[in-house]
């Protein structure tokens, strides 16, 4: 069983929509979780980042941590076409672990 | 601008042939990673290096090794390419956890594609 594992879609949905992306994992000591946003022929970027359990909002996008299922999401309001990427999640023990498993990524596309 | 740079982006090789992969950066980060991509499988680390005398396994190691060569240059070697060395390479870097910014953000090269024939 993988450590993280994340839908890896594609998810297409009109543009203007809620979007709802997850990753489960297995690890309980995960204490720092991350949302990267890769574009095609670019490398990841980081866009979220939460520490154990809680929201975070940032503009358009709330990030979501639920230790006690093992369960992260990100949500994406108003979703617009240039939000079409793939998602990563990623998460790590330590705040300067070396260690950062990242999930498979989700393919996102955003309809105009 | 500060930047992570790779070199090549894309290269096509052969069974058997050693190859090399640079990555350059001008942050002024200390940490150096290098990753690899594939379809259904996320980024998984090779290497990784948290200064230039300080070089580290990372989960897929086998049939690669690194070298350190100043603290803004981080280089990828197959020794013996083979085909299912085939995937999307990246470097990336990172500086120490702050407690301005108390995480591990790495930032990312633009990525190598390679194919081993």
């Known amino acids: 069983q993988k450590e993280v594992e994340q839908d890896p879609g594609p998810l297409s949905v009109p543009e203007g929509a809620i979007v709802s992306l997850n990753c489960t994992y297995s690890n309980s000591a995960f204490q720092y979780f991350m949302w990267y946003r890769q574009y095609s022929r670019k490398g990841p970027e980081l866009l979220m980042y939460?520490?154990?359990?809680g929201n975070k909002e940032d503009g358009r996008f709330t990030a979501q941590v639920d230790k006690s299922s093992k369960y992260i999401s990100l949500f994406i309001r108003d979703s617009q076409p240039s939000d079409s990427a793939t998602y990563l999640c990623?998460?790590?023990?330590?705040?300067?672990?070396?260690?950062?498993?990242f999930g498979s990524g989700t393919r996102l596309s955003i309809r105009p | 601008d500060a930047d992570v740079t790779q070199t090549p982006r894309n290269r096509i090789t052969k069974t058997g042939k050693r190859i090399m992969l640079e990555c350059s950066q001008t942050k002024g980060h200390d940490r150096m990673y290098w990753y690899r991509q594939d379809p259904g499988l996320g980024l998984r680390l090779i290497y990784y290096s948290f200064d230039v005398k300080d070089i580290n396994k990372g989960e897929i190691s086998d049939g690669y090794s690194v070298s350190r060569q100043a603290q803004a240059k981080f280089s990828l070697s197959l020794e013996s390419a083979i085909p299912n060395q085939t995937a999307l390479y990246f470097c990336a870097t990172s500086d120490l956890p702050k407690t301005s910014r108390p995480y591990n953000e790495q930032f990312f090269g633009p990525g190598t594609r390679l194919t081993v024939l």
């Open positions: 990623a998460m790590s023990v330590g705040s300067s672990a070396s260690k950062i498993i």
């Open positions: 939460t520490y154990s359990s």
